[in-house]
Antibody, heavy 123, light 107 residues
């Protein structure tokens, strides 16, 4: 059973960079066959996809966030990471990582999710 | 960007009832790349349906999905107490987007 666990600071100051890590257990990121992704959920609101990464390091980002997002992978630690720069209060959200069942090029459904971590942007 | 509109926003129902949730896309969703998720308070979403009609592993057969093009539905044949939650549709035929959710609450 694949498990994902997000970790990182729960409070980030405006204009700084939000950094989160997702540790995957029960399966190897480098085995291929899946994308890995970050999604966020603003408090009391719906879900917003942030971006995909493959174990090779190839990425595909949400166009609305692309200029501020970097997703990376560390296969030796079986982790993926998210960096979001120049944050504002609008970036306050619960951030989830998830595994993506591939059905096509940069297409897939999100079959395993982490529990999520709340990040608040405030001075 | 494909916009997904879910209706209704909230449903008040009793255990044992049948419910059908709607998800309409602003343009055709290619290859029926449409998923449904269930989310309970304080929890991550859980995949229920993918490919518009395929149940995910471990999902009871009271959950069923159908549809194609721009119109999709999720049906729960008989509501169990644990089914009261928020349901989201998601398309993954292009950059993924989610609907705004339908809350199924106890009447």
């Amino acid at each position: 059973q694949v498990q994902l666990q997000e970790s990182g600071p729960g409070l980030v100051k405006p204009s700084q960079t939000l950094s989160l890590t997702c540790t995957v257990s029960g399966g190897s990121i480098s085995s291929g066959g899946y994308y890995w992704t970050w999604i966020r959920q603003h408090p009391g609101k719906g879900l917003e996809w942030i971006g995909y990464i493959y174990y090779s390091g190839s990425t595909y980002y949400n166009p609305s966030l692309k200029s501020r997002v970097t997703i990376s992978v560390d296969t030796s630690k079986n982790q993926l990471s998210l960096k979001l720069s120049s944050v504002t209060a609008a970036d306050t959200a619960v951030y989830y990582c998830a595994r993506v069942g591939i059905v096509g090029a940069w297409r897939g459904y999100f079959d395993y999710w982490g529990q999520g971590t709340l990040v608040t942007v405030s001075s | 960007e494909i916009v997904l509109t879910q209706s209704p926003g909230t449903l008040s129902l009793s255990p044992g009832e049948r419910v059908t949730l709607s998800c309409r896309a602003s343009q055709s969703v290619s290859s029926s790349y449409l998923a449904w998720y269930q989310q309970k308070p304080g929890q991550a979403p859980r995949l229920l349906i993918y490919g518009a009609s395929s149940r995910a592993t471990g999902i009871p057969d009271r959950f069923s999905g159908r549809g194609s093009g721009t119109d999709f539905t999720l049906t729960i044949s008989r509501l169990e107490p644990e089914d009261f939650a928020v349901y989201y549709c998601q398309q993954y035929g292009s950059s993924p987007t989610f609907g705004q959710g339908t809350k199924v609450e106890i009447k």
